[in-house]
């Protein structure tokens, strides 16, 4: 009676483990479930940080010295960059169409009338036109001269303040690379005073010495891709420049042998 009474003890137990067992697994994955529920939440609480939060905060990780520098750097390089573009833009002139027309005032009006077109055309071409007519009633000599002298002028007026640019193209990497000196500089020196190579002492000192020189590479590659376009331009107009004085003297050759 003993033994059965015992068998009969553990057959209960054994099934009320049993019974509970699905209980215990039930709360575990309610509270996983909770849980995970509650991550995503928070997860979508979180806004998104935009590119330009990102850009001012690493701007001020940076350093405000050498960024404030390379910063300065982008500005004058871009505005110098505009005014050149809007310069050469204006400046830019049909070159055959002034051509024909001076050529056609010159047959019907005289040298006074071709003139009076120049007067009225805007562009470096037009006033190396009205150069060489103004010198025409001298000598063909003399207005060939006057076109090549004004020629010279007409460039240094297109290439004006493209010096600047390439300047600062040159000066925004070199600073960078100041700042990534200076930054190693100041890691070596808290290693030093602290005794002991702790990375988070070199972190933050490499940190700024790789931002100052991604941010000057970046202002040199924008200024670069700006300087190409201006060279770009103004070899186009010098060479129209040229193609339009030797076209302006042998309008005048034949003008003079019509004579």
Request: glycine share 8%; hydrophobic share 50%.
């Amino acid at each position: 009676m003993a033994i059965a009474a015992l068998v009969f003890a553990g057959t209960l137990s054994a099934n009320a483990t049993a019974l509970n067992a699905p209980t215990t697994s039930n709360t575990l994955v309610e509270a996983a479930t909770v849980t995970f529920v509650q991550d995503e939440e928070a997860a979508a609480d979180v806004e998104p940080v935009g590119w330009h939060q990102q850009l001012k905060e690493r701007f001020i990780q940076g350093g405000p010295l050498f960024m404030g520098i390379v910063l300065v750097c982008l500005i004058l390089g871009l505005a110098m960059a505009i005014e050149r573009i809007i310069f050469l833009n204006m400046s830019t002139t049909n070159t055959q169409k002034l051509a024909q027309n001076v050529e056609e005032a010159l047959n019907s009006g005289g040298i006074d009338a071709a003139k009076e077109v120049c007067r009225n055309t805007k562009g470096p071409v037009a006033s190396i036109y009205y150069q060489g007519l103004d010198r025409a009633d001298e000598s063909i000599e003399a207005a060939e001269k006057a076109v090549v002298a004004y020629g010279g002028v007409q460039m240094g007026q297109l290439e004006k303040n493209v010096s600047w640019v390439s300047l600062f193209i040159a000066l925004a990497p070199m600073l960078g690379f100041m700042g990534t000196v200076i930054g190693m500089i100041t890691a070596f020196d808290k290693i030093e005073a602290a005794g002991d190579m702790n990375p988070s002492l070199v972190a933050g000192g490499i940190k700024v010495a790789l931002l100052t020189t991604v941010f000057g590479l970046v202002v040199a590659i924008i200024l670069q891709i700006f300087y190409n376009y201006i060279i770009a331009k103004i070899d186009s107009i010098v060479n129209s420049m040229e193609d339009a004085s030797i076209t302006l003297i042998d309008m005048l050759i034949d003008y003079k042998n019509r004579k």
